[in-house]
């Protein structure tokens, strides 16, 4: 089996940064692919981000241009990294790899951007 645990979350205002982190361990070779998630309060959890074979990467729209999502295979950690933050950015993060055709989900971490 897979873990994943998400960390790096917070309260952050407008404009501001934060880099979120995803360590897997277990039962793991690759950190690829690995994708971000969020879920703000009230909505369905929707894609943020995806770290593919080769390091290809892909983006909501929503969050194109303002975040990034990279990869450090040797450590089996994936990051995160959210620039230009705005309110509604607002959610629970979660990061979600696939162990043979199960699903695996991290615990999830909040951010919250406000002033």
């Known amino acids: 089996q897979v873990q994943l645990v998400e960390s790096g979350g917070g309260l952050v205002q407008p404009g501001g940064s934060l880099r979120l982190s995803c360590a897997a361990s277990?039962?793991?070779?690759?950190?690829?692919?690995m994708s971000w998630y969020r879920q703000a309060p009230g909505k369905q959890r929707e894609f943020v981000a995806e770290?593919?074979?080769?390091?290809?990467?892909n983006y909501a729209d929503s969050v194109k241009g303002r975040f990034t999502i990279s990869g450090d295979n040797a450590k089996y950690m994936v990051y995160l990294q959210m620039d230009s933050l705005k309110p509604e950015d607002t959610a629970v993060y979660y990061c979600n790899t696939y162990y043979g055709a199960n699903a695996i989900w991290g615990q999830g971490i909040q951010v919250t951007v406000s002033s």
């Open positions: 770290i593919t074979y080769g390091a290809v990467t």
């Open positions: 277990g039962r793991i070779y690759s950190i690829y692919p």
